[in-house]
């Protein structure tokens, strides 16, 4: 058994100052202790955590099951009158499908440019892959544009 690499002890304590990770995914794991193939696993678990592919036995989702996050924008109407957008549960649901589907495509990209080392295919698919946040921001201003008219977003 080979023992996690340096890069992937470093990985995993980053991830561990994340309080959900510390105290789901990460709880109670000696660092120095994992082989490899543990730390690889343990990688890819806080990847999808991060990126929004959650399993249902989390003690996280537990925790949280009183606690939603709504995603909302204030805008300036053409009556200079503000005003917010707010996604629904169904736009969230279909922003997070087709992120998963792009991040699934990303990771068979770099599976395929990088078969014979898992440690660089994650790192590249953490530079290569959008994040949760950048499609849910898009999909905000794409709402705002939507009930402005349709027009570029801007009054001026």
Do not use: P
């Amino acid at each position: 058994m080979e023992d996690a690499t340096q890069k992937q002890i470093i990985a995993l304590k980053k991830f561990a100052k994340n309080k959900e990770l510390s105290r789901g995914i990460l709880k109670g794991v000696q660092f120095d202790e994992l082989s490899k193939e543990e730390a690889s696993e343990l990688i890819s678990k806080c990847y999808d955590h991060q990126n929004g592919v959650t399993d249902n036995s989390s003690d996280i989702d537990e925790e949280c099951s009183g606690f939603r996050v709504k995603f909302s924008q204030n805008y300036k109407d053409s009556n200079g009158s503000f005003k917010t957008a707010t996604l629904t549960d169904e736009e969230l649901a279909e922003i997070r499908d087709a992120h998963r589907k792009h991040c699934e495509q990303v990771m068979d990209d770099c599976c395929e440019d990088y078969s014979d080392d898992r440690e660089l295919q994650l790192a590249m698919f953490d530079k290569r892959a959008d994040k949760i946040f950048t499609w849910l921001q898009q999909a905000l201003d794409e709402k705002v544009r939507q009930k402005r008219g349709g027009s570029n977003g801007s009054q001026y």
